[in-house]
């Protein structure tokens, strides 16, 4: 955050307040602090072993010296009167922070900041909040989200006021909570490093009066809080959130010991878009592979689904092609482009009478387009749109004189790919000269950030299908509608939603893509791995269950025996249905 501060052409860092204060808890023994504390001793443990066990690199939380980045910034060391919860700045301090005449103060290393002080800078105090404040308020970040079931932590950016948490927002973002805490809390702060220089440039892009409009506009309705306010975890709840973790682990290693997670395709022909989803058949296949993102193309009266080919051997994506009728009858599917580096997402569209395809190349830095030579399988690289870019998913649109380029960029290395959604335009989709849009990112939340397929026209307006990663990368689909779409503005907000609940083997919804009758997405559905994991597990489970009984339960043992056997027969009857050949259900 400081280096993007001191880097940018439109602010600067004026002074370094520092809190002198002393903390008499300090000075206490190390074994006095633990007596203290001890009600709160287990969620101290678990953060330092967890950030032992599981690294993350880069590591938000690791200790930096920024004395170099700060050479020539005057440093003032301020005493605040403190209480239980606030510190206030006040006297000379005070004045003295005055006579330096700034515009922003970013809260940092201060416990609650109250009274004068939060009305000395000319824009305000601006703090973090690693919580959604609308459903959090309180300490400390990331747990009670995933002590509750939530599937995201939000991120708030506000000037402070004298009330808890509620202060005005600035900026509001969301990040997927994962297994780990400390992975969740990783990514999440690794992002929000870039919130105030963001706000810090559209304060200078917009002018003081137009920026506060907007934050006024975006504040106007009162938002109630009625959760309590949180406090750091006594040990009873450390132990329950412990457990969770522990039996989540557990589930998570049990299904990926047992099933192969595979993408399959589902496709419906119909006038129009095919919104309902049981309706669709599925398309599976083989065994060794996945195939995903599928982009349709309609030529000559011939139907042809690009997609993802990923090769479990090969760990790495390859981009083919296969063509279906409107009987279902697949041709066969057939590789038209392989890269040292992983491919997917064969984004498709034509221009000027010609076949162009953008795939995603984020293991390349790049994003890259490709001219079709002889259709449907020769494609010849002819430059990259963008380098030196952490980018997924790049979509392309033509609206309104201008080519949008939509796609997912990872900012700071350590942030999540799924989380945020830039814009970028051009006259021409064949151009070197994509400039960013001055909202970037226009959309900051993995509900519904991450691109999902083409957008598309649907009674005059236009709709731009996004993913949902909160619950797990791809989970849901989400239909956005775009109302407005500029070089200084970008608005949209969600019409629908599709989650995966018409069928007990699908676990996600990921893309959508229609073109002329047929619509096409793709889904995880769960396979076993081998006949042998399921036997394995079942006779496993079945030796132990009546080895710990002893010879004078008879009865007991035949009914396990029994029930034992009814599972084995099950396992088989999903092998059945899962071995059949590739094509069409």
């Keep these: 955050m400081l280096e993007k501060i001191q880097q940018s052409e439109h602010a600067e860092i004026t002074l370094v307040v520092m809190n002198g204060s002393f903390n008499p808890s300090e000075s206490q023994p190390y074994f006095g602090r633990i007596l203290k504390n001890w009600q709160k001793l287990l969620y101290k443990t678990y953060i330092e072993v967890e950030s032992r066990l599981f690294k993350n690199k880069p590591n938000a939380f690791e200790s930096k010296y920024i004395g170099p980045l700060l050479s020539g910034v005057p440093r003032l060391s301020v005493n605040p009167r403190q209480t239980q919860f606030s510190d206030y700045i006040e006297g000379n301090d005070l004045d003295s922070i005055r006579n330096h005449d700034l515009d922003v103060i970013v809260r940092l290393g201060f416990r609650i900041l109250?009274?004068?002080?939060?009305?000395?800078?000319?824009?305000?105090?601006?703090?973090?909040?690693?919580?959604?404040?609308?459903?959090i308020r309180g300490w400390p970040p990331g747990f009670?989200?995933?002590?509750?079931?939530?599937?995201?932590?939000?991120?708030?950016?506000?000037?402070?006021?004298?009330?808890?948490?509620?202060?005005?927002?600035?900026?509001?973002?969301?990040?997927?909570?994962?297994?780990?805490?400390?992975?969740?809390?990783?990514?999440?702060?690794?992002?929000?490093?870039s919130f105030v220089p963001r706000m810090?440039?559209?304060?200078?892009?917009?002018?003081?009066?137009?920026?506060?409009?907007?934050?006024?506009h975006d504040n106007k309705s009162p938002t109630f809080y009625s959760n309590r306010f949180?406090?750091?975890?006594?040990?009873?709840?450390?132990?329950?959130?412990?457990?969770?973790?522990?039996?989540?682990?557990?589930?998570?290693?049990?299904?990926?010991?047992?099933?192969?997670?595979?993408?399959?395709?589902?496709?419906?022909?119909?006038?129009?878009?095919?919104?309902?989803?049981p309706q669709y058949k599925k398309i599976v296949p083989p065994k060794g592979l996945f195939w995903a993102d599928p982009f349709v193309v309609y030529k000559e009266g011939k139907y042809y689904i690009y997609l993802e080919e990923f090769e479990?051997?090969?760990?790495?994506?390859?981009?083919?092609?296969?063509s279906i009728n409107e009987n279902g009858e697949l041709g066969?599917?057939?590789?038209?482009?392989?890269?040292?580096?992983?491919?997917?997402?064969?984004?498709?569209?034509?221009?000027?009478?010609?076949?162009?395809?953008?795939?995603?190349?984020?293991?390349?830095?790049?994003?890259?387009?490709?001219?079709?030579?002889?259709?449907?399988?020769?494609?010849?690289f002819q430059k990259n749109l963008l380098e030196d870019i952490n980018a997924v998913d790049a979509t392309l649109f033509q609206y309104d004189g201008k080519w949008w380029l939509f796609a997912n960029v990872v900012e700071n290395k350590g942030g999540s790919d799924w989380d945020e959604l830039f814009l970028y335009y051009a006259d021409s989709p064949l151009s070197s000269n994509w400039i960013s849009h001055p909202r970037n990112p226009v959309v900051s939340d993995v509900r519904r950030a991450r691109p999902a397929g083409k957008l598309f026209m649907h009674n005059g307006e236009i709709f731009r299908p996004s993913q949902d990663c909160s619950v797990r990368y791809g989970y849901g689909l989400n239909i956005n509608q775009v109302e407005v779409l500029n070089e200084r503005e970008y608005k949209e907000h969600l019409t629908t939603s599709a989650k995966p609940n018409w069928d007990k083997s699908v676990s996600t919804v990921h893309t959508l893509n229609h073109e002329n009758k047929l619509t096409v997405i793709d889904s995880i559905c769960y396979r076993p791995k081998s006949s042998w994991y399921v036997l394995a597990f079942v006779l496993a489970v079945s030796?132990?269950?009546?080895?710990?009984?002893?010879?004078?339960?008879?009865?007991?043992q035949r009914v396990l025996l029994r029930t034992s056997m009814v599972l084995l027969t099950l396992s088989l009857l999903a092998l059945l249905k899962f071995r059949r050949p590739h094509g069409n259900s």
């Design 543 to 556: 030796i132990f269950t009546l080895a710990t009984y002893p010879p004078v339960h008879e009865h007991w």
């Design 114 to 135: 109250r009274g004068e002080i939060l009305k000395t800078p000319r824009y305000g105090i601006w703090s973090y909040h690693h919580s959604d404040n609308m459903e």
């Design 332 to 380: 066969d599917v057939k590789p038209v482009l392989d890269k040292p580096y992983h491919l997917s997402y064969p984004f498709v569209f034509e221009f000027e009478g010609e076949q162009y395809m953008v795939p995603e190349t984020e293991q390349n830095r790049t994003i890259e387009l490709y001219k079709c030579q002889e259709f449907p399988h020769k494609w010849e």
């Design 200 to 216: 810090l440039k559209e304060l200078h892009f917009l002018g003081e009066e137009h920026f506060f409009a907007k934050v006024h």
């Design 230 to 277: 949180y406090t750091a975890p006594n040990n009873f709840q450390v132990v329950k959130f412990i457990w969770i973790q522990f039996a989540g682990f557990v589930k998570h290693k049990l299904v990926r010991f047992l099933f192969l997670e595979q993408w399959v395709l589902w496709y419906r022909f119909q006038d129009g878009l095919a919104t309902t989803l």
């Design 144 to 193: 009670w989200e995933k002590q509750e079931g939530k599937s995201v932590i939000g991120t708030v950016l506000q000037i402070l006021t004298e009330e808890l948490d509620n202060g005005v927002v600035l900026y509001r973002s969301f990040t997927a909570t994962h297994q780990l805490l400390s992975r969740s809390l990783n990514q999440c702060y690794w992002k929000s490093a």
């Design 312 to 322: 479990y051997s090969r760990k790495k994506g390859r981009l083919s092609v296969m």
